[in-house]
């Protein structure tokens, strides 16, 4: 393959001729010629109003035409403004990846070609992945840089409101709802609440915590982020470059605060939603929220988003026998510090990463405490293994690589991910031979496909290892498996073998669910109105929302929005919000459009 950057940006530039022409013309010989047959193509919404991925040339060339013919794609050239086009290896296939940019009837988009030779066809450079995502509709320009708001409605009128004046006016909602409800004021919430202003859509964001950033700063005494800075940022306002690595819960919960002041974000502290239904012929919502003070507010907003995170509701499963047990019961998510069980017993049951942060955190506070494990478990170390699907966030600007996350097809995905956790498992090889001659039950996800796959499909199963396995592996912890628990008793566990392993405190470490979406029901049919509710978590953490029709399209974050989606296809010019959701992806949902997993061996 080519190597010097000058003939890689010529062989990018000829493909991309060739690609425009053949859309332009209908030429579907030379549209033929020009994708590999084991070749993908995502589209997040830039040609047909949705995230997709059509895997196969033969796919490619069925969909591709008709879905050109209504957009109209043009100006397809590679973009000066990203990396330039070089070699780099994806899923241990050496290719040449470009970053363009192109413009639709309707919008201006931005994409990542991948090309590979094609050993049947004289090794030709042809299309490995494509991927074309549209970043904002002409007419609809996000306010920043050149367009920045002017305020001349408060800089101009002496005698008028100021700038307080109009935010608290605005936040108020005395007198009018938003047009966009947001649940929920975590990442997901925020995020998607900062592109929105930008597009000048009346949003609110209503949260049932007393202050912004509690759904961090309620989380355990000990906890930090388990992933990097580098991959957390918010949109508009990044992380200072002197921020740890590893961002604490407290400091990423006056980040929050900090945030939404900075964003003039309307948020509502201390509002619960209670529910809510749609009125087709109205096209609104009516939604009901209660305050802090008991009261009550209807609104009517035009679009609902759930961003009301996977992790927030405690899951308690019924532990057959538990209520015998005469000691303290509680959640992870109850669980703040270790301080009062200094010298007590404890057993944790769940191996999660909650699970094994609260037996370290009980341990380094002179508990003695016992891991009890109900399934196999995932366990990479926190340094280099569980960072290494972030590699291409190391380098590189924010946009370029979350574009390269959001390129990535699924079936392209999973093989790079199988071999980040091979590399993975030859790094923690001591690690975990320590844990299997305890007992512990490891596995490495479906198809070894590791923790990120694990985490999309199922929301859990994993632990980075941040020294509790090292405990465990050197006894400093006790591990169980829940199989050899017979029942529990008073005083704690019975186990088959006949002895009683005695506990003061028992803590659930068990997979927390999302259930908030269900107080918001389904529009009465199916079709374009139909709403979902998110059934799996995304995966990043980070929070890229790209920009689109009308507003914002898909949230990334590492479980971030989890709206329900209220999908609906713009009319012929888009004048409303849309908040789609990826259609082909089944149980990864639209936020594999935005998959950070995706990336480098
Ligand atoms: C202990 C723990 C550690 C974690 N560590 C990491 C990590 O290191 N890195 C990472 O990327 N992710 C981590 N996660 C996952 C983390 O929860 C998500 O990444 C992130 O919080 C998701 O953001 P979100 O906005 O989608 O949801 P959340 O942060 O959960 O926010 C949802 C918000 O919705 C509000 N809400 C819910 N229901 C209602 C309602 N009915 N009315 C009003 N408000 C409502 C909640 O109060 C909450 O503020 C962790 C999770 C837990 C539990």
Same mark, same amino acid.
């Given at each position: 393959?080519?190597?010097?950057?000058?003939? !890689?940006?010529?062989?990018?530039?000829? *493909?991309?001729a060739?690609f425009?022409s053949?859309?332009?013309?209908?030429?579907?010989?030379?549209?033929?010629s020009?994708?590999?047959?084991?070749?993908?193509w995502?589209?997040?919404?830039?040609?047909?109003?949705?995230?997709?991925?059509?895997?196969g040339?033969?796919?490619?060339?069925?969909?591709?035409?008709?879905?050109a013919?209504?957009?109209?794609?043009?100006?397809?050239?590679?973009?000066?403004?990203?990396?330039t086009?070089? &070699?780099?290896?994806?899923?241990?296939?050496?290719?040449?990846?470009?970053?363009?940019?192109?413009?639709?009837?309707?919008?201006?988009?931005s994409?990542?070609?991948?090309?590979?030779?094609?050993a049947?066809?004289?090794?030709?450079?042809?299309?490995?992945?494509?991927?074309?995502?549209?970043?904002?509709?002409?007419?609809?320009?996000?306010?920043?840089?050149?367009?920045?708001p002017?305020?001349?409605a408060?800089?101009?009128?002496?005698?008028?409101?100021?700038?307080?004046?109009?935010?608290?006016? =605005?936040?108020?909602?005395?007198d009018r709802?938003?047009?966009?409800?947001? !649940?929920?004021?975590?990442?997901?919430?925020?995020?998607?609440?900062?592109?929105?202003?930008?597009?000048?859509?009346?949003?609110?964001?209503v949260?049932?915590?007393?202050?912004?950033?509690?759904?961090?700063?309620?989380?355990?005494?000990?906890?930090?982020?388990?992933n990097?800075?580098?991959?957390?940022?918010?949109?508009? /306002?990044?992380?200072?470059?002197?921020?740890?690595?590893?961002?604490?819960?407290?400091?990423?919960?006056?980040?929050?605060? =900090?945030?939404?002041?900075? /964003?003039?974000?309307?948020?509502?502290?201390?509002?619960?939603?209670?529910?809510?239904?749609?009125?087709?012929?109205?096209?609104?919502?009516t939604?009901?929220?209660?305050?802090?003070?008991?009261?009550?507010?209807? /609104?009517?907003?035009?679009?609902?988003v /759930?961003a009301t995170?996977?992790?927030?509701?405690?899951?308690?499963?019924?532990?057959?026998?538990?209520?015998?047990?005469?000691?303290?019961?509680?959640?992870?998510?109850?669980?703040?510090d270790?301080?009062? *069980?200094?010298? &007590?017993?404890?057993?944790?049951?769940?191996?999660?990463?909650?699970?094994?942060?609260?037996?370290?955190d009980?341990?380094?506070?002179?508990?003695?405490?016992t891991?009890?494990?109900?399934?196999?478990?995932?366990?990479v170390?926190?340094?280099?293994?569980?960072?290494?699907?972030?590699?291409?966030?190391n380098?590189?600007?924010l946009?370029?690589?979350?574009?390269? =996350?959001?390129?990535?097809?699924?079936?392209?995905?999973?093989?790079?991910?199988?071999?980040?956790?091979?590399?993975? &498992?030859?790094?923690?090889?001591?690690?975990?031979?320590g844990?299997?001659?305890?007992?512990?039950?490891?596995?490495?996800?479906?198809?070894?496909? %590791? *923790?990120?796959?694990k985490?999309?499909?199922?929301?859990?199963?994993?632990?980075f290892?941040?020294?509790?396995?090292?405990?465990?592996?050197?006894?400093?912890?006790g591990?169980?498996?829940?199989?050899?628990?017979?029942?529990?008793?008073?005083?704690?566990?019975? !186990?088959k073998?006949?002895?009683?392993?005695?506990?003061?405190?028992?803590?659930?470490?068990?997979?927390?669910?999302?259930?908030? %979406?269900?107080?918001?029901?389904?529009p009465?049919?199916?079709?374009?109105?139909?709403?979902?509710?998110?059934?799996?978590?995304?995966?990043?953490?980070?929070?890229?929302?790209?920009?689109?029709?009308?507003?914002?399209?898909h949230?990334?974050?590492?479980?971030?929005?989890?709206?329900?989606?209220?999908?609906?296809?713009?009319?012929?010019?888009p004048?409303?919000?849309?908040?789609?959701?990826?259609?082909?992806?089944?149980?990864?949902?639209?936020?594999?459009?935005?998959?950070?997993?995706?990336?480098?061996?």
């Open positions: 393959m080519l190597d010097r950057t000058d003939d !890689i940006s010529i062989a990018t530039e000829n *493909w991309l060739q425009e053949a859309l332009a013309t209908s030429d579907e010989n030379l549209l033929e020009l994708f590999h047959p084991e070749s993908h995502r589209d997040v919404l830039a040609l047909s109003w949705n995230i997709q991925t059509i895997n040339a033969a796919a490619i060339l069925r969909e591709m035409p008709a879905q013919r209504r957009a109209v794609p043009c100006g397809f050239s590679i973009d000066p403004d990203r990396a086009p070089r &070699k780099v290896t994806r899923a241990s296939t050496s290719t040449i990846e470009a970053i363009f940019k192109f413009e639709t009837a309707q919008g201006r988009g994409g990542i070609l991948r090309l590979i030779p094609d049947d066809d004289g090794n030709i450079l042809k299309a490995w992945t494509l991927l074309t995502a549209l970043e904002e509709l002409k007419g609809f320009e996000e306010q920043v840089g050149i367009a920045r002017r305020g001349q408060y800089s101009r009128d002496f005698r008028g409101p100021n700038w307080l004046d109009l935010r608290k006016a =605005a936040a108020e909602y005395a709802d938003p047009t966009v409800l947001v !649940i929920g004021g975590g990442q997901s919430g925020l995020c998607i609440a900062a592109r929105l202003k930008q597009l000048q859509v009346d949003t609110l964001i949260d049932r915590e007393a202050r912004i950033g509690d759904n961090w700063r309620n989380r355990y005494h000990a906890l930090t982020l388990h990097q800075v580098q991959v957390n940022h918010l949109p508009y /306002m990044l992380f200072p470059p002197n921020w740890p690595t590893y961002i604490p819960k407290d400091k990423l919960a006056n980040w929050f605060e =900090a945030y939404v002041d900075s /964003m003039e974000l309307n948020f509502w502290t201390g509002t619960e939603f209670e529910g809510g239904s749609y009125d087709e012929n109205e096209e609104r919502w939604v009901v929220l209660r305050r802090a003070d008991g009261s009550k507010r209807t /609104m009517h907003p035009r679009h609902v /759930m995170g996977v992790s927030g509701i405690p899951n308690q499963p019924d532990i057959p026998g538990l209520k015998k047990f005469g000691g303290t019961v509680l959640h992870s998510s109850q669980y703040t270790g301080e009062e *069980w200094k010298g &007590k017993k404890a057993l944790v049951i769940g191996t999660g990463n909650s699970g094994h942060d609260v037996a370290q009980l341990h380094s506070s002179g508990a003695q405490v891991l009890v494990q109900r399934s196999s478990t995932l366990v170390s926190i340094e280099p293994s569980a960072q290494l699907v972030y590699a291409p966030y380098e590189g600007t946009e370029d690589n979350d574009l390269i =996350a959001t390129s990535m097809p699924l079936p392209v995905a999973r093989k790079s991910h199988q071999s980040v956790t091979e590399v993975s &498992k030859e790094l923690d090889k001591d690690l975990l031979d844990l299997r001659r305890k007992g512990f039950k490891l596995d490495f996800g479906e198809d070894n496909t %590791g *923790w990120q796959f985490y999309l499909s199922r929301g859990g199963g994993y632990y290892n941040v020294g509790c396995s090292d405990l465990i592996a050197n006894g400093g912890i591990l169980v498996q829940f199989s050899d628990i017979e029942g529990f008793v008073t005083d704690g566990a019975r !186990i073998s006949g002895e009683t392993l005695p506990a003061d405190l028992i803590v659930h470490a068990s997979r927390r669910s999302d259930r908030a %979406g269900d107080r918001l029901p389904a009465g049919r199916a079709g374009p109105q139909t709403v979902r509710r998110e059934s799996r978590r995304s995966h990043r953490p980070d929070l890229g929302i790209r920009r689109g029709p009308g507003a914002a399209q949230v990334c974050a590492d479980g971030p929005a989890r709206p329900l989606v209220h999908r609906r296809r713009p009319r012929a010019v004048h409303q919000l849309e908040i789609s959701r990826a259609a082909d992806q089944g149980r990864r949902g639209r936020i594999v459009a935005a998959c950070r997993a995706c990336n480098e061996d």
